[in-house]
Every structure is written in C-alpha cells, then in structure tokens.
C-alpha cells in the first residue's frame, strides 16, 4: 500500500552508520523534485540542499523568461506612451526574483522608461535656395532699404522720404544727393532741440545726425561728395561755442550749409559749364554717355551761345539716363543722335570731342563714374579723340583706386531683368548668377583734361587741389 509521507532521503552504507536525525536535520524535498544529493558527492547537510534549490529554481525561472522574451515580438511604443503591460510583467518578474533571494541572474531585455523611441519619419524639406551672390564681389553687397518700415524713431521725416527717393532713384546723381541730404539736414538743424545739461556741438552730432546718416546709408551707399560734405557739417557743429544760443548756433549752421552749396556746387557748376562751353567750336561732333547734370548744363550754355554742333549720347541698361538727357536736349531744339553702348565703335569715328561727367576723382588721377564711362574712353582713346572731364572739387577725394572691385556699388540684379525676356526667371536657373554693378574705374591715360571751378588741371593735379579745398574749408 503506498504510503502518503513525502519521499526522505536513502539511507546511507552499512559501513557508516548514519547520524542520529533529529527534528532539525529533517530535509524536506519540493513535491515532484528528485534530491539534489548524488551518492557519488560528498554528503550535503539539510541547509545546503535548501540552498541549491533555491538557486536551481531561480534559474529556471529566469530562463523562462529570458526565452518567453526571445519569443514575443517586441511592439514600439508611440511617443508619449509607456508600455505597460510588458513594464508590469517585467516589473512582477523582477519582485519574484528578489523574494527568491537571488542575485547571481540578472533579467534582461526588460522595457525602461523613455529607452524605446519610435524612428522619426521622413520630414518634407523645402528644397535650399541657391546663393545668387557673385563670391567676387560679395564684399559690396547690400541689402537696400526701401520702405520706411523698420526706420528709428529718431530719423527725421524729410530724412524718410529722402532715402526712398535715392533709393528709387528719383534722386540719382552725385551732386543732386549732396544738395538733396544738405537740405534734410538743415531740416532737421532747424526741429533740434538741445536737450537739458547737453551741449548742441556735443549733442547734435552724435545723437541727431549719426541716425539719420545711419538710415540713408542703408537705403543707398553714400557718394564720395556726400562724405565729403558730412564729414565738413559735422566739423562745423564741433566749432559751435558752448556759450552760443541754440538759435543763434542752428542759424548759423543753416546759414553755413546755404554758403556751402552755392559755392561748392552751384556757382561750381556755372564755372565749369561756361569753361567746358568755350572749348565747344562750330561743327563739333559731342559725344557724351549717360547722363551728368553738368555735361547737359555745357552743352545747353554752349547751344545758348549760337554754336552748331550736334551731340551723340551713348547709353546703356538698366537705368537709360540717356534717354532723358536726349529729351531734355531735344526739346530746345538741339541736334541729338542716341544709341545703346552696343553701337559706340560705329559712332566714334565722327566725333571731335567726348565729355564726360564723373561720380568722384580718385588721388591717383583716375575717374570713377557710371559703369561703362571706362569703355566709352578706351574706345575715344583708340580712335585719339580727346577725353575731357567735368567735375566739381567736392567730387575729389584722397581715396586711391586701381579698379572696381575693392569699392563700388552692387544694384539688385533684378533691374537688369526685362520683363517677358530670356531672364525673367533667372532666379530658377541654376548655376546663373547676375551682377549689377553701378561704377567702373578709367584709367587716368585715358583723360586728357579735367574742367573742375578751380581751372583746366591733368589727372596728376586731383590730390593738389583735393588739398587746396580741405584747407580752405578748415
């Protein structure tokens, strides 16, 4: 008849007589387990059975969970979302293995909080404009301002429409920017107010002017005469006594920017143009290129005179300045022949003289004017046709200019775009860029005389009267 009690252990050889078992050297066997004794090993006390069970039963539990974990497919969480489930079950695993009181296994491939993310999917990305910029010039590039958006609010409102007017190029030569920006700041002379313990000659200057110097820059790079006439403003208000009244020292300083431009610039410009008519004879052929403000007031006092000549403009793209120096000259009755810069080898030969106008004269005698200038002179020179410049001392500087990359003036390519042309859509053609340059240097081998109010000089005389004109001015 089977017995119920659990199985005990087998008793040992004949020849060692087993000890004595008392109540505590009782070893109980888990139901269904064989012994972990072997009668080949030495004999294994109750408490160190217990042990090895322990840790046989750890094993075996960890194994199938380890291959229970082999088996199921592991599901990426969505982002923001915890897998709980197999965090719970990993979770439970782990609180029986620590009442097992083992830690010789360690359970792996259990889920941690924020360790499972899923790969990001492919994101739509706008297609990377390409650089326009010529990397030659990219020294002179500008960004332009063309609305008084973004403007401080210390720039003055004459000084707002002022640069968007240069900016547009309503207001476009030399000389007509310096009148034009000498007047806004006498404007803006005129609305000053010295603040409390301030004086104007410190005052005005820095905080006043330097704004709206600031602002025009922005909108186009200020003009050789333009620094010129700054630098003399700013020069007049630092010799302004503290003792002076403010109106007594803002009309002085009007007074002072009215003097300034009758003599550097309007009786200049009556000097120059009744010297540059003389040299105008009867049956001359002038041929001049885009358009200068003085050229056309020589040309108009030397028709006024009763000579006979007729004149040959040469122009180019984009902004066609020639074409309104040809109707200004055609509506007194002048004899006028307009052409593109294309047809200027064809033209030269009936000329007897070419007049230019100029943006500035360089120190080493060269002239720096509307980009083309250079070539209408080459090709006057070629054919040894005399190069005369017109030109005011205000245009004169101390600057050094061997070509027209270190300094210039880059427009936005966009102007040379015609509307319905190949170009229209340059901007998506890849590998395209477009340069606009405003300036180009002649070299002074190319210029026979320059006619400036102070007299007939050579390119070798600009940095002597550029000195002249500093110091009467000091």
Not at 13 to 25: D, I
Not at 34 to 50: F, R
Request: proline share 7%.
């Amino acid at each position: 008849m089977p017995s119920s009690d659990p199985p005990t252990a087998e008793p040992a050889p004949p020849q060692a007589p087993a000890p004595a078992q008392g109540k505590g050297n009782t070893v109980k066997q888990p139901k269904g387990k064989e012994p972990a004794a072997t009668t080949d090993g030495p004999k294994l006390s109750g408490a160190e059975l217990k042990k090895r069970a322990k840790e046989e039963k750890a094993a075996r539990r960890a194994e199938a969970l380890l291959a229970k974990g082999a088996a199921a497919p592991v599901v990426a969480p969505t982002p923001g979302q915890q897998p709980k489930a197999e965090g719970q079950k990993g979770a439970k695993g782990q609180r029986q293995h620590q009442r097992g009181g083992s830690t010789a296994v360690e359970l792996r491939n259990l889920p941690v909080r924020g360790a499972q993310k899923v790969a990001p999917g492919p994101i739509a990305t706008e297609p990377k404009k390409e650089d326009k910029t010529v990397e030659f010039f990219r020294h002179l590039y500008k960004t332009r301002t063309t609305s008084i958006a973004g403007a401080s609010k210390d720039v003055h409102p004459a000084v707002l429409a002022l640069g968007l007017q240069m900016s547009n190029y309503t207001i476009c030569g030399s000389c007509a920017r310096l009148v034009a920006t000498l007047q806004a700041f006498k404007r803006v002379i005129e609305s000053y107010t010295t603040p409390p313990q301030n004086s104007l000659s410190r005052h005005l200057t820095s905080h006043v002017l330097s704004p709206q110097i600031e602002y025009l820059s922005s909108c186009r790079p200020l003009s050789i005469s333009m620094g010129n006439a700054i630098r003399w403003l700013k020069l007049e208000v630092s010799k302004v006594d503290v003792s002076v009244p403010d109106a007594e020292a803002k009309k002085g300083l009007c007074d002072a920017i009215d003097v300034f431009i009758r003599e550097r610039v309007t009786f200049a410009d009556q000097v120059i143009a009744r010297s540059a008519a003389d040299k105008i004879k009867n049956g001359d052929v002038i041929m001049t290129y885009a358009k200068s403000s003085i050229v056309q007031r020589a040309l108009v006092t030397a028709h006024e005179e009763g000579k006979k000549f007729r004149v040959i403009i040469v122009d180019s793209r984009p902004l066609h300045e020639g074409k309104h120096l040809a109707a200004a000259l055609v509506k007194i009755g002048m004899d006028v022949k307009y052409c593109l810069i294309n047809g200027l080898n064809h033209n030269i030969q009936d000329v007897t003289k070419v007049l230019l106008g100029a943006h500035a004269m360089m120190s080493n005698g060269r002239l720096f004017s509307r980009i083309g200038t250079a070539l209408v002179a080459m090709e006057a020179n070629e054919a040894d046709k005399p190069v005369i410049v017109l030109c005011e001392t205000i245009k004169f500087t101390e600057r050094v200019a061997l070509d027209s990359i270190v300094h210039n003036e880059i427009a936005p390519a966009d102007e040379l775009v015609i509307p319905g042309g190949p170009l229209e859509n340059w901007g998506d053609i890849k590998k395209l860029q477009l340069c606009n340059p405003m300036y180009d240097v002649t070299p002074a081998d190319y210029i026979q005389m320059i006619v400036t109010e102070s007299g007939n000089v050579p390119p070798t005389s600009v940095p002597v009267l550029h000195r002249l004109g500093n110091e009467s001015q000091g």
